[in-house]
């Protein structure tokens, strides 16, 4: 009894260490990637390279996610509205839920699912066939050469995502509540364009998705670089990269709409 | 005056967690010489390697290359060591999202300021010696293992490197293909005024392009000697390693518990 007692601590103890010195070694590597992000810039074709593969090969899901939200949104708030008489304020609603939330929210669920898995794994598989040991062997920091651009290139992806996202999601709603269900499209416009106010929502949503962008590309960079490079690694580390960001999108969204929009 | 040997490796141990890999390692390394390291699979070959090359860090004792430690070497001071080194991976770590000629040229654009016309030439030079010229526009997923490895060296030797470092080039090759790298480290070696470290257990081809030859076993030097001195040799471990006998001093079988114990004999037969 006594010694599963101590098994069962001990068990626990371990967990507990092994969670800190991970959280340590990331907070590490993230700190490492800051310092060695001037390659980044100076050479910038490195991170357009990679906001090709981690932004524009993400637009197609983002742009059609974009506009069955929009849709939905439109029908869903249509219901609602008419039951007040206040159809007239559907852009209103769809611009808001989209602009403040749901565009940086879902268009990082999408960027993590579509991005950030694809570049663990490729950071991964980097790793487990030698790539990355070449690398340093012929005196070229990855850190600065592969993971740094990829970082930059995440952190500048997702807010352009994440308005895109929101412009088709609008586009969605327009089109089932001013074309299919007859709204009036001056009142649709007119009110949405009273309501929507730049720096207080737009602002604030664009802050919202370089925030997801950062925790994504952070997230899933530290994944690829730590997983052991067998095939059952990369495999674990792009599911974990998946579901840590999920978690963190919303568990940041939370604590952002928390400062940005209390009291309103 | 620059020492004889350009690489020298005294008393180096190295422990992995607390399991010891490598134990007392004295090796001297001298200019312009094609040097093999053999031994069975885990006996701390590759480890050495990186220790070579600063991937790790020994428990005690020293590296020296070109007179330098490597182990009390900075990041900088490492790096540019790097750059006088080339190291073939063991299934080539050819970087997949570039073609042939963007591999080769790496290091061309990265460590130096060179004209994107020059460097063309200098790949189509390097691609040439490893006879892959025609080659340049593939990318390495359509490259044989053979050819990938031969990329793989040209991208190595790409700088003109003092030393060459290869981690089991024979690898996983057909016989044709082991023939072609064989020579190619050894005629690269002497074009380039280069000293070779090969970490192998291809006995064959390694015996006929190496200069010396150190065995290991369990993270020890057990032999030295020329290929000559090495084929000579009638007893022990390197007769058995170098004609391939199952049994010898090496044991076929891992250590374990009795067969009959482990089947459960006794109680079944009770």
């Given amino acids: 009894m006594l010694e599963r007692a101590i098994t069962g601590i001990r068990g626990t103890g371990h967990r507990v260490v092994n969670g800190v010195w991970r959280l340590g070694y990331a907070s590490r590597f993230f700190l490492a990637v800051l310092l060695h992000s001037s390659m980044s810039f100076r050479r910038f074709h490195l991170t357009i390279k990679e906001i090709y593969f981690s932004g524009v090969l993400s637009l197609i899901i983002i742009l059609v996610s974009g506009l069955f939200v929009g849709m939905v949104l439109g029908l869903q708030g249509y219901e609602t509205l008419q039951k007040y008489g206040s159809e007239s304020a559907l852009g209103t609603l769809v611009a808001l839920s989209l602009v403040r939330e749901l565009g940086p929210v879902l268009a990082a669920l999408l960027f993590a699912s579509r991005a950030g898995s694809a570049i663990t794994a490729e950071i991964g598989l980097m790793k487990a066939t030698e790539q990355i040991s070449a690398m340093e062997m012929m005196a070229v920091d990855p850190i600065a050469r592969v993971v740094a651009p990829r970082f930059w290139a995440g952190v500048i992806s997702m807010p352009l995502l994440a308005a895109m996202f929101s412009a088709t999601g609008v586009f969605g709603g327009y089109l089932i509540g001013v074309v299919l269900i007859g709204v009036d499209e001056g009142q649709f416009w007119s009110q949405m364009q009273a309501a929507v106010d730049f720096r207080q929502d737009v602002m604030n949503g664009v802050i919202k998705s370089c925030v997801f962008g950062v925790a994504i590309t952070a997230i899933a960079l530290f994944e690829g670089y730590d997983a052991p490079p067998t095939a059952e690694g990369v495999s674990h580390a792009t599911t974990r990269t998946v579901v840590t960001s999920a978690l963190a999108v919303l568990a940041l969204d939370f604590i952002l709409t928390a400062f940005m929009f209390r009291g309103l | 005056m620059p020492s004889e040997n350009l690489v020298e490796i005294q008393e180096l141990n190295f422990t992995y967690d607390v399991r010891p890999v490598l134990q007392g390692i004295n090796m001297h390394f001298p200019r312009g010489k094609v ?132 981690d089991e080039p024979f690898a996983g090759l057909d016989t044709i293909s082991l023939g072609v790298i064989g020579n190619l480290i050894r005629h690269l070696n002497d074009a380039l005024g280069a000293t070779s470290i090969v970490v192998t257990h291809d006995v064959q081809e390694s015996l006929k392009i190496v200069d010396y030859i150190y065995f290991m076993s369990e993270g020890r030097v057990i032999a030295e000697g020329t290929p000559d001195e090495l084929r000579a040799a009638d007893t022990g471990f390197v007769h058995q390693f170098v004609h391939g006998e199952i049994d010898g001093p090496m044991p076929f079988h891992y250590p374990g518990a009795g067969y009959a114990e482990d089947l459960a004999l006794d109680v079944a037969h009770a």
Avoid: W
């Fill in chain 2, 35 to 166: 040097v093999a390291i053999m031994g069975l699979s885990g006996c701390g070959k590759t480890t050495l390697l990186r220790l070579i090359g600063g991937q790790l860090k020994p428990s005690s004792g020293q590296v020296q290359v070109a007179g330098q430690t490597i182990h009390t070497l900075d990041r900088e001071g490492l790096f540019r060591m790097r750059r006088r080194m080339g190291m073939l991976f063991q299934f080539g770590a050819l970087y997949t999202d570039m073609s042939v000629f963007d591999n080769v040229a790496f290091q061309m654009r990265e460590h130096t300021d060179l004209p994107e016309s020059l460097i063309r030439d200098l790949v189509l030079l390097k691609l040439e010696a490893v006879g892959l010229r025609g080659a340049h526009n593939l990318m390495p997923t359509e490259l044989s293992g053979g050819m990938a490895r031969r990329v793989a060296l040209a991208r190595a030797i790409a700088l003109d490197p003092m030393l060459m470092l290869y």
